[in-house]
């Protein structure tokens, strides 16, 4: 059975939750502004729902900012986007450290700006000792390419002979995950209404459950938080069993 935190009402909390942070550009143009305006609105957000989660218990949160599919916008969007990331880590770095949050990133941080790897190392290394709710950032994430960079890596320990391929099995590929040594989301949630995945913890997610709000990202609280939480505990999580 999964491990669960109780809440203070005696509740079953989920241990990790992932958000898919969808529906800041739609939430600009019903306002007559540029994409842009609704990723600086979304950006803030995501620093009250992390604050939210950890303060209510929450082990683990995964937010998807940026997937692997997203460099397909206009420059001027993703230029947007990269400098809101790295205004945001500045401020991680002030402010998040004192609540006790320990941040890693999901995704090849590899193809951002120098400034800005600095800045995820940077942010990673102050805070991986900390104790309290773990933040995963997803960027420049995909599913996909998470598996294949896994199973990659698996072929090349057996190709070093450090692992044959009897020995590559379910728990050897989650350790090879991004998300090594974290508990499967238990509640994905996606705002804005879209029903579906989009390349979001694939491997992860196979037994999470999902929620899906029609409210765009920026205008979602912490009462919608609570509300896909009390949607999560009237389900009947069977993991293929009776
Ligand atoms: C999510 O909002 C933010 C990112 C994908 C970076 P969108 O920009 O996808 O907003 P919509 O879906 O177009 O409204
Ligand atoms: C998913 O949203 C990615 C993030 C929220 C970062 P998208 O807006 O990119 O997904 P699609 O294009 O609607 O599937
Ligand atoms: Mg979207």
Known sequence: ???KKESGKGELLPSHIGIIMDGNGRWAQKRGLPRSAG??????NFKKITRYCSSIGIRYLTVYAFSTENWK??????GALLGLFRQYLEEALRDFLNDDIKVRFLGDVSAFPKALQELIAETVEVSKNRTGMTLNIAMNYGGRAEIVRAAQQAAQLVKDGE?????IDEARLSSLMYTAGEP???LIIRPSGEQRISNFLLWQSAYAEYVILDILWPDFKPADLDKAIA???KRKRRFGGV
């Open 1 to 3: 059975m999964r491990k």
């Open 39 to 44: 990723h600086t609105v979304g950006a803030a």
């Open 73 to 78: 916008r206009p420059a001027e969007e993703v």
């Open 163 to 167: 692992l044959s391929p009897e020995e």
């Open 184 to 186: 499967d989301p238990d």
């Open 231 to 233: 949607e999560y505990q």
